[in-house]
T-cell receptor
Framework: KAGVTQTPRYLIKTRGQQVTLSCSPI?????VSWYQQTPGQGLQFLFE???????NKGNFPGRFSGRQFSNSRSEMNVSTLELGDSALYLC????????????FGPGTRLLVL | QKEVEQNSGPLSVPEGAIASLNCTYS??????FFWYRQYSGKSPELIMS????GDKEDGRFTAQLNKASQYVSLLIRDSQPSDSATYLC???????????FGQGTRLTINP
């Protein structure tokens, strides 16, 4: 079974721009969670989607948003990019979320100049 | 108090020895616990999950959970240089539908 895939793998943007990242979960998995990883803050939870609905959200500003499609693929968008948004963005999927094991994709490394 | 705490290390262990990684968590009613390994520049990969008090063994890895003490650990026996990585403890907070990660412990196995 194919793992979690994320596109693109690398991105360079400038301040003020916006970016959209994509995540395809493991086949059959309906829960997709997004995380931001930085050297200073570690892995921080952004949000979780299940059956096209956002079920939980972390403490990030409204510039960070996401959505999930009927095939469970998910996208996250960051508007008005700031230098501090430079990070590794990770997507993880699980069958139904909750207490289940999450499996991570390779991540998208975003650099904001 | 952080929700999930780990000693950031670095932890240095000679090859062939036992590496012991520790994690404490604040939510007394947490039900699921995970250890992930992350190599530099890569994404986290699952090593072990544990849900019940006691030990769970998988090859060279043993996870230990003590809910009364709010403590979970990972033992790596016969440590190999390829085990050198950052180990992340993750706890699923009851009702929160999210994993909370510790800062990770950087482990180095010295040949």
């Amino acid at each position: 079974k194919a793992g979690v895939t994320q596109t693109p793998r690398y991105l360079i943007k400038t301040r003020g721009q916006q970016v959209t990242l994509s995540c395809s979960p493991i086949s059959g998995h309906r829960s997709v969670s997004w995380y931001q990883q930085t050297p200073g803050q570690g892995l921080q939870f952004l949000f979780e989607y299940f059956s096209e609905t956002q079920r939980n959200k972390g403490n990030f500003p409204g510039r960070f948003s996401g959505r999930q499609f009927s095939n469970s693929r998910s996208e996250m968008n960051v508007s008005t990019l700031e230098l501090g948004d430079s990070a590794l963005y990770l997507c993880a999927s699980s069958l139904r979320g909750g207490t289940e094991t999450q499996y991570f994709g390779p991540g998208t490394r975003l650099l904001v100049l | 108090q952080k929700e999930v705490e780990q000693n950031s290390g670095p932890l240095s262990v000679p090859e062939g020895a036992i590496a012991s990684l520790n994690c404490t968590y604040s939510d007394r009613v947490s039900q699921s616990f995970f250890w992930y390994r992350q190599y530099s520049g890569k994404s986290p990969e699952l090593i072990m999950s544990i849900y019940s008090n006691g030990d769970k063994e998988d090859g060279r890895f043993t996870a230990q959970l003590n809910k009364a003490s709010q403590y979970v650990s990972l033992l790596i026996r016969d440590s190999q240089p390829s085990d050198s990585a950052t180990y992340l403890c993750a706890v699923n907070m009851q009702g929160a539908q999210k994993l909370v990660f510790g800062q990770g412990t950087r482990l180095t196995i010295n040949p």
